[in-house]
């Protein structure tokens, strides 16, 4: 998610305030989503790659 002051965060709870992006819980749906940029898009704003990796902690098994 996009706060209001522009810093990217992960929102495991998807309760924090400001914009958001939906990612399901599947590596193949990071992946793509990494590889597309496509949380840039959603979150219309540049997205870290420590971002990425932070997701990718989280869905691992």
Do not use: F, H, W
């Not at 309760?15 to 939906?22: D, I, L, S, T, V």
């Not at 399901?24 to 597309?36: E, G, M, S, T, Y």
């Amino acid at each position: 998610m996009k706060t209001p002051s522009g810093e990217v965060t992960v929102d495991r709870n998807g309760k924090a305030q400001g914009r958001g992006a939906y990612l399901c819980r599947n590596a193949d749906c990071l992946v793509k989503a990494r590889k597309k940029r496509l949380l840039n898009r959603a979150l219309k704003t540049a997205v870290d790659d420590a971002v990425y990796d932070e997701l990718e902690k989280i869905i691992a098994p």
